[in-house]
């Protein structure tokens, strides 16, 4: 009886299904695009939940899927690789039950779609999972984005990135103490460490010892860094903390790391508050502060408010955040920053072991300067090599592919080279991120990993030190998004890599280790088959890395 009712009620679903996918499609034919049917939306959280389980099985079977094996997928863009356009043309739909999803693989609509920012609007409710303790930048509505954008951006000026740069030599100068002359256990983890203590000294402007995986055992002597710990746990943890109410966690019968989460969680958060009343407190005094983003935060908040609320923890409202949006937004910036820093000098680590002659290109740049903190902003800017392997890493390995925006209640006029089209109001909208990167149209063996690409050679002032950078054609290029609501993290990204590179490369190289008879040629393929082997679970990144074994020497 009960297997009956589940039964007819996956008949009545898939009936559901099948006709609500032919209704959203009779609608989209309007747009007069190639059109793609998909029986299963990628937002339907069960799907989401199993695909990942289900397509390894699936593939076993030997049957041909077809458009479902490819878009059904999550992160199906990175294996896709602009195929869909090359076959569909510059813009075509996925039509599921429940959405139409456009792809544009056209500079011009897409630079329409990052300008046209009330037409084509950011999905906020995409985003609400990332409220964890308030309201932030990306779930801000497009009337609200304009205020917290303001306060968000005025703490990324140079000032800060000069303590980026100093404080990222200084993690990799002891992050080099652990790997010099050795294997380097856990790419990954290192990586993800360093940036978080790059992250954390902004924040809070604490400067943390550098832990790495290869000496696991130095964290119980270290000093008290009770901020940096709760932020890693709550990171490490955030889909849990993003997706369960937190009174789940602390449950009687919830298991330990639930509890241990739900700790951090609230100890992170009090940290906050309490650097929130003391930059408060300062702010009252005439002080300073301590020069962090927070300081920043709080000065931007209604300044009658912000003195008069000593004891900064309601929610009031105020001109600039209110205190749950500073909260709120700390967090963003946390997450923002964080792996998608990481992810992308573990990706170009691995691509620089595979590509030792990249390696010594760099180091060429290097050898008449010296990166160290406080020369920031002399050494920086001439560092062109250094930026071109983390351009060319995104450009093949852009941790955010998908930059989903959505239609207002109006219908919107896109023109696609020759052709105006009425892109229907509702519907989603996806700059094609990936298939524009890679379009040989734009970008000559456009699949190689190349850095050297990046630098201008008819130049003839340009010699190495003093080298300039290639400006790719507008909208070919753009994994920190682009137009007003591209990534206000870009420069402190790029200053924290290329101080990382600047400091590895100078005397150090990265080299796989070699199992018994294994060529290099046969190293090469395998490193490649690992950064080309990777899972999208809220951003892009290599599935196995340590299936590659690396070791750092000292050169
Ligand atoms: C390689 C590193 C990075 C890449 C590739 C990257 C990429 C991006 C992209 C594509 C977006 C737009 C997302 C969307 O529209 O859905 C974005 C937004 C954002 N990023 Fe980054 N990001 C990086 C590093 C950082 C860093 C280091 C920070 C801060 C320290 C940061 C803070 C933010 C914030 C706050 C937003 C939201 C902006 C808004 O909604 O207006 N990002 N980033």
Redesign the pocket.
Known sequence: MILHLIGLLGLAYLVWSLVSMELNYRRASTMGIPLVRLPVDGQNVLWASIEGHLWPLLDRLSIDWGTFGIYSRRGWSFKDNGDSHRRYGPIWALVTPVGIYVQVADPGAINEVFQRRTDFI?PVEM?KVLEVYGPC??T?TWAE?PR??KV?ATP?NEKIMSFVWDESVEQTRQLLEAWADDQILSVAKDTRNLSLNV?AA?GFRKSYRFHSANHPHDKETNESSGYRDALQTVLDNCILLMVAPRRFLTLSFAPPSWKNLAKAADKFKQYMVDMLDEETKALKHGKTGSGSIMTSFVRAMDQAEAVSGENATSGSMSKGLTVDEILG?IF???F??HD??AN?LSFAIYLLAAHPEVQDWVSEELQSVAVAPGNYKDIFPRLSRCKAV?LET?RLF???PS??KWTSDQPQLLKVGERTITILPDIGIYPSLLAMQVDPQYWEDSFVWQPSRWIQTSSNMSTVGNEQLVTPLPNTY????DGP??????K??QV??VAVMGMLLKNHRIHPIAAPGETQEQLRNKIWDAVRDVDMVLLLRMKDSHRVQLRCDRV
């Open positions: 950011r985003y930048i990306s801000a984005w917290h954008r968000l990324f992250l902004t937004n963003a910036i946390n923002a920053g998608t820093t992308t983390l995104l852009p941790p955010i930059l989903p753009f994994p920190w998004s609501q591209n990534c206000p993290g870009a402190f990204s924290e890599f």
